[in-house]
């Protein structure tokens, strides 16, 4: 089924979940002194009946700065004229919005990501960039303006899920994958042996894809190999996380590792071994 945005934007709370912790996340990033902005997409009505569903009345004292019909990802290259909003209709003014700065309490329409670091004096590097879309609001703020950024992906709660129950299925997924490559590791493989192994491993992955969605599979992997989804989230999402309010967790200084990546022949090589002449 497909819902209109004025659906949503006339009944909110029939479509959208409310997070209990929102606004003591937000609070908690305005107490230590950061900045806070919100740019969207939607135009200045939408985003109004929304975030006051999500946050009460007075939702805009909790940003700093608030950017409307944003354009993403054009607003990360050329982006659009910056005007400014009438909040009483919803319109944009007709003249280009010409000030030095951004004042808190406006809500502006348009521009692009150079302007608005010029105008909040904020740098690439400076900015966590929070987003659920990963081309519009992580690759393209990542790789042309060197935004940090930390992806939301609320399927990630029931991913894991999966990964965690079905722990049996992976584990003999591993093991059939392994007796592959040893059964063709041989000059004289038997190759209907292999068909078979295969055909058998192809199941294995059909039944864990149908644990993940019936449908769809899981949105990270497809057997042994990541989607192109997960590969992008890789290689441009410094954090991800099912929600934002998760970092309510963690000191503001936390500083976030990832596991070291191993490449093929490093992860089948042992680094004690002595003999890697055939290699």
């Given at each position: 089924?497909v819902?209109s ?98 004042v ?29 879309h ?14 940090k ?19 049996v ?85 936390h ?25």
């Amino acid at each position: 089924a497909v819902v209109s945005t004025q659906s949503t934007g006339t009944h909110p709370e029939m479509f959208i979940n409310k997070n209990a912790l929102l606004a003591k996340f937000l609070d908690y990033l305005r107490e230590n002194d950061k900045k806070v902005f919100m740019l969207t997409n939607s135009p200045y009505t939408f985003t109004n009946t929304v975030m006051k569903h999500l946050l009460g009345n007075g939702w805009q004292d909790y940003f700093d700065y608030v950017v409307v019909k944003a354009c993403k990802p054009a607003f990360f290259a050329q982006g659009t004229p910056l005007r400014l909003i009438n909040q009483s209709t919803g319109a944009a003014n007709i003249g280009l919005y010409r000030n030095p700065a951004m004042v808190k309490g406006e809500i502006y329409s348009g521009g692009n990501c150079d302007l608005f670091c010029q105008m909040t004096g904020a740098e690439g590097p400076d900015i966590l960039y929070f987003g659920d879309h990963i081309y519009g609001d992580v690759v393209r703020s990542k790789k042309t303006n060197g935004w940090k950024t930390f992806l939301v992906v609320p399927e990630l709660r029931h991913e894991l899920e999966v990964w965690t129950s079905e722990h049996v299925l992976f584990e003999e997924h591993h093991n059939l994958e392994k007796r592959l490559g040893e059964l063709q590791a041989h000059a004289c493989s038997d190759y209907c042996a292999i068909r078979k192994l295969d055909k058998q491993r192809k199941m294995v992955v059909d039944e864990i894809d149908s644990k993940y969605n019936p449908c769809f599979g899981s949105m990270f992997r497809k057997g042994g190999r990541l989607s192109s989804f997960a590969n992008q989230m890789d290689r441009y999402a410094d954090v991800y996380s099912s929600s934002v309010t998760n970092l309510l967790n963690y000191s503001l200084k936390h500083q976030f590792w990832s596991p070291p990546k191993l490449l093929p022949h490093e992860s089948t090589v042992a680094q004690d071994h002595e003999d890697v002449t055939s290699q």
